[in-house]
């Protein structure tokens, strides 16, 4: 167990349709990563928060949206989804940085039907 | 921005024996290289990580070097287990541009 937890575990939608998945980091990590992974383009950074702040995006779509709470938490929105869209989203924390170690959570599973 | 990629994709090797796994980078800026493993339904774990500033770095049974130079760097798993089966990914970032770029993995299954 990393101490990351994610919820849901598992999601099921419909093209169209609007999720939050939510994350919760380590205890004294001030920096969440959301990560895509799908079958055929592995692990994709998505966005990283730190503090609250938006600290560096990825390959993030329009239609995704983040943000960090001031206790930490951190909510990764997609919306208008569409059937690519179906993946393994991982959220990761780490004390400050990139160049650290990321403890990552155990995903929720998003399918889009 | 950086590239990474990642051979091979898959890796079949006898118990005892050694993988290896080999991944180029593309920025020469980039110096800090995680390798993650993720078992089958599992979240990624970092099992070893180096930064440019050493060619290579053990723990136990694994190894992982950096050439700079060619900008290629390799992980090495010596008397593979059965629960090293898994899949691997090597990553990259640099401390100006500090997104880590995944390669695209490798499995390696362990044959008993």
């Known amino acids: 167990d990393s101490g990351v937890t994610q919820t849901p575990k598992h999601l099921i939608t419909a093209t169209g349709q609007r999720v939050t998945l939510r994350c919760s980091p380590r205890?004294?990590?001030?920096?969440v990563y959301w990560y895509q992974q799908s079958l055929d383009q592995g692990l994709q950074f998505l966005i990283q928060y730190y503090n609250g702040e938006e600290r560096a995006k990825g390959n993030i779509l329009e239609r995704f949206s983040a943000q960090q709470f001031p206790d930490l938490h951190s909510e990764l929105n997609l919306s208008s989804l569409e059937l690519g869209d179906s993946a393994l989203y991982f959220c990761a924390s780490s004390v400050a940085g990139f160049q650290e170690t990321q403890y990552f959570g155990p995903g929720t599973r998003l399918l889009v039907l | 921005g950086e590239n990474v990629e990642q051979h091979p994709s898959t890796l079949s090797v006898q118990e005892g024996d050694s993988a290896v796994i080999k991944c180029t980078y593309s920025?020469?800026?980039?110096?800090?290289f995680p390798w993650y493993k993720q078992e089958l339904g599992k979240r990624p774990q970092l099992i070893i990580d180096i930064r440019s500033n050493v060619g290579e770095k053990k723990d136990q049974r694994i190894a992982v070097t950096l050439n700079k130079t060619a900008k290629h760097f390799s992980l090495h798993i010596t008397e593979t287990q059965p629960e090293d089966s898994a899949v691997y990914f090597c990553a990259a970032s640099n401390f100006g541009n500090e997104k880590l770029t995944f390669g695209t993995g490798t499995r390696l299954t362990i044959i008993p």
């Open positions: 205890s004294g990590d001030l920096s």
């Open positions: 920025d020469s800026a980039s110096n800090y």
